[in-house]
């Protein structure tokens, strides 16, 4: 409990707290399997040691579980599945729910997609604001390499639900997310014809950050 509430006050505010739960009859049996498999075992992997071990366990960590609780911060994991489970489950508990908004230039989807982020209290990630603040050539990126950089800029994401506007751009791009990340909670599809898409863009006129001649919007 002292080393939860020191790093609180002098080092940040803890987040969320993972915590695996699985029944002491669960850990015992694994350890000791453990003990039976020379490559892996450990000096301690016997009964009467993983017994003081969970004993201190209970006494000195589990109050501290206990007091994160209290705040909301603890996400349970139930440690007793199988490793592939446990694995999503903590991706799950780690990372924001995910929304995706995707459409052609024009639809409307930066319009929307920031008043449903004002009306939800949901944040909004522009891909393209994304890339060049982590360094990417907008127009020439490699795909598994920015993909893999948004799933790490969402893992330290602190709001609870994103919105990614105008991502994924590819099968590949959506496959590598989801394999990496989570599969997302929605997908928003803007349909809107070119003609349409080309209408607006000429009201926004050629001054506009956002305009794009109709030679690039065909493309």
Known sequence: MDQAVYFEQNVCECQNVLFYDVS?????????????????Q???????TLKKR??????????VVEMYAKFGKVKHID???SVNEVFEATKKAMLPQVFFA????????????????????????????????????????????ATLALVKNL???TA?????????????????????????SEVFYF?????????RLLELGATHPGYLPSSLLSK
Do not use: H, W
Request: proline fraction near 4%; include cysteine.
């Open 24 to 40: 002491e009859e669960t850990l015992l049996q694994r350890c000791l399997v453990r003990a039976g498999n020379a490559a892996v």
């Open 42 to 48: 450990r000096e301690d992997d016997n009964e009467e």
């Open 54 to 63: 969970l004993r201190a366990f209970k006494e000195l960590s589990k109050p």
């Open 79 to 81: 440690a007793s599945k």
């Open 102 to 145: 995707i459409g052609p230039k024009g639809s409307g989807k930066t319009s929307v997609s920031k008043e449903l982020g004002a009306r939800t209290n949901m944040d909004v990630l522009n891909f393209d604001t994304f890339l060049k603040n982590a360094g990417f050539d907008v127009n020439d990126y490699d795909e598994e390499e």
């Open 155 to 157: 893992v330290n994401e």
């Open 160 to 184: 609870p639900r994103v919105l990614v506007e105008d991502f994924p751009r590819s099968e590949f791009q959506a496959r590598l997310f989801i394999k990496n990340c989570v599969k997302p």
């Open 191 to 199: 349909r809107c014809s070119k003609d349409v898409c080309q209408e």
